[in-house]
T-cell receptor
Framework: DGGITQSPKYLFRKEGQNVTLSCEQN?????MYWYRQDPGQGLRLIYY???????QKGDIAEGYSVSREKKESFPLTVTSAQKNPTAFYLC???????????????FGPGTRLTVT | GIQVEQSPPDLILQEGANSTLRCNFS?????LQWFHQNPWGQLINLFY???GTKQNGRLSATTVATERYSLLYISSSQTTDSGVYFC?????????????FGTGTRLTIIP
């Protein structure tokens, strides 16, 4: 089955600890994205990557870090510098857009992070 | 960046009714998607529709790119249609494309 997996589904951490969220895709997509959703809000882009070993900041990158060592994987680390880390985190992937146009993004099931 | 506005923010309907959800965007776009977020948070792709009209069963969508809006139609609503519907728009910029989401329309279908 092709798709995007995120783990874990729920994550609890103490304030001051870094935590890494996993995102894996087997759709052979080049582009991957991380979004954050707060209650009653839309999604906001944290980081995105269009190719291995390269990534760009989104609209709310402060307090987060990513890596893209493999095409299939795009882990997100929520660092202790992120002031309000409790949120629902969603990973997405797509074919890379270009002269032919943009392409549809597909989403994983998400990870709910609670920091106390 | 692109601004995306959705209306109405909340909609409560009786089962069997029809509904229209609107999405306005502030600039020309290369990508326009409609999603349904289920109670578990999963975003389900409904339509990829930067322009034109598409239909899928009881759902259809129309994007008028020149006037910068998109409409999602749900006919003969069922209780399983309940949830939050998001519109997201994106514009290619030097090969990079970022989606901007609206704040959603929460649809509640009453049996």
């Amino acid at each position: 089955d092709g798709g995007i997996t995120q783990s874990p589904k729920y994550l609890f951490r103490k304030e001051g600890q870094n935590v890494t969220l996993s995102c894996e895709q087997n759709l052979n997509h080049d582009a991957m994205y991380w979004y954050r959703q707060d209650p009653g809000q839309g999604l906001r882009l944290i980081y995105y990557s269009q190719i291995v070993n390269d990534f760009q900041k989104g609209d709310i990158a402060e307090g987060y870090s990513v890596s893209r060592e493999k095409k299939e994987s795009f882990p997100l680390t929520v660092t202790s510098a992120q002031k309000n880390p409790t949120a629902f985190y969603l990973c997405a992937s797509s074919i890379v857009g270009g002269l032919a146009g943009a392409y549809e993004q597909y989403f994983g099931p998400g990870t709910r992070l609670t920091v106390t | 960046g692109i601004q995306v506005e959705q209306s109405p923010p909340d909609l409560i309907l009786q089962e069997g009714a029809n509904s229209t959800l609107r999405c306005n965007f502030s600039d020309s776009v290369n990508n326009l998607q409609w999603f349904h977020q289920n109670p578990w948070g999963q975003l389900i792709n409904l339509f990829y529709i930067p322009s034109g009209t598409k239909q899928n069963g009881r759902l259809s969508a129309t994007t008028v790119a020149t006037e910068r809006y998109s409409l999602l139609y749900i006919s003969s609503s069922q209780t399983t249609d309940s949830g939050v519907y998001f519109c997201a728009a994106g514009r290619l910029n030097f090969g990079n494309e970022k989606l901007t989401f609206g704040t959603g329309t929460r649809l509640t279908i009453i049996p």
